[in-house]
């Protein structure tokens, strides 16, 4: 087995470490994972109302972001890899990938550009969309940040309706859609290939997988 860093994981994986010649504790936790799924099958499951809110809403985000940029949007459910990732991008265009991020809240939407950009860098989602771009081989992504009413259902104890459903309503769609453009880099992606490759890398991956996968411990 060799180690391939899934598309939603890489920025977590391109942390660094504080010495060098180590791995940082949030790339190890990458590579604990990924073993996880390979030896085991297992993949932690997000139960958060962040989480059930874009999954539930999911078609209606993609609607809106299909009227407002005037795109045709096809849903993709192929899984791609090749020697250094893997991924499932959300949505394709002729010549793009979009990917959907259905906001929790008006506090947690992006009201401006800059707030946008620093989300995308802050979450990774600049780091993933360069893995599709690698295994779709398109120069193009887009993050679709959208605010949509939040399903009743799933507010808690301390979300006020009104400001989950009614207020959002009553903002026009066109200012509840916030979209950061990722350029393809070769640069990056280069990088991110050259550490996955690494020694470093790999025999850790292969010294966790030995002991999950065999029982094996040095």
Not at 150 to 156: F, V
């Amino acid at each position: 087995m060799k180690f391939k860093c899934r598309a939603s994981r890489l920025g977590d994986f391109m942390t660094g470490s504080k010495k060098k010649g180590e791995l940082g504790e949030t790339c190890k936790k990458v590579i604990l994972d990924a073993v996880l799924l390979d030896a085991l099958g297992y993949r932690k499951e997000l139960d958060a109302k962040q989480i059930q809110k874009g999954l539930m809403l999911e078609d209606d985000a993609i609607k809106a972001v299909s009227l407002l940029k005037a795109v045709v949007l096809t849903k993709n459910k192929a899984r791609r890899e090749n020697e250094w990732f893997t991924g499932e991008c959300d949505l394709l265009t002729k010549d793009s990938i979009r990917d959907t991020k259905c906001s929790w809240s008006i506090d947690s939407f992006p009201w401006t550009q800059s707030d946008a950009d620093k989300k995308v860098k802050a979450a990774g989602y600049d780091w993933q969309g360069l893995v599709y771009m690698d295994l779709w081989q398109l120069e193009q992504h887009y993050v679709d940040f959208v605010l949509l009413p939040t399903p009743s259902g799933i507010l808690g104890y301390n979300d006020d309706p009104y400001d989950h459903i009614e207020l959002v309503n009553q903002i026009p769609l066109q200012k509840r859609i916030r979209s950061v453009f990722v350029p393809f880099d070769s640069n990056l992606l280069d990088s991110a290939k050259e550490k996955i490759e690494s020694d470093l890398v790999q025999d850790y991956y292969q010294e966790l997988y030995e002991q999950i996968a065999t029982g094996e411990v040095a």
